[in-house]
């Protein structure tokens, strides 16, 4: 591995500064119902990797510790995770913001196992909070 610090201190590149944590941006998996060549995460109906719902469980522990104001949800399609709805709702009921990217090619496909389906925006491929879509048993 090569020595990259003493190339960062000889540098008179202005310093970066951390501020708060806004955003927080969670992966639920590469599962998709597209295999489309652009996909940054080769995600696709064969890939098995989800986030499971105890991992889901860190995320809201973590949410309600942080102080973080918005839930970036993606994947693959990540409202094909079995925990995408409860993951929602729970961040609905804290009160935070929440984007989701997803392709938008069947806005109804959700885990069946989801009791309740969220709602959200689509704007192409991204929804959010404020979006009359049916997912997550909210009617448009």
Same mark, same amino acid.
């Given at each position: ?65 942080? +102080? ?7 994947? +693959? ?64």
């Amino acid at each position: 591995m090569h020595a990259t610090l003493p190339l960062l201190k000889a540098t008179d590149f202005p310093p970066i500064r951390r501020r708060v944590v806004e955003t927080l941006q969670v992966n639920l998996g590469y599962k998709c119902n597209q295999s489309c060549v652009h996909c940054h995460v080769n995600a696709g109906p064969t890939r098995t990797e989800m986030m499971d719902g105890e991992t889901v469980q860190d995320v809201i522990a973590f949410l309600k510790a942080s +102080g973080v104001t918005t839930l970036d949800i993606t994947g +693959g399609a990540p409202e094909l995770n079995p925990s995408f709805c409860f993951l929602v709702e729970r961040a609905r009921q804290l009160g935070m913001s929440r984007t989701t990217f997803r392709n938008a090619s069947d806005p109804i496909e959700v885990p069946p196992k989801s009791p309740r389906r969220p709602r959200g925006t689509v704007a192409g491929p991204i929804f959010d909070e404020a979006d009359p879509m049916p997912l997550c048993g909210h009617p448009r």
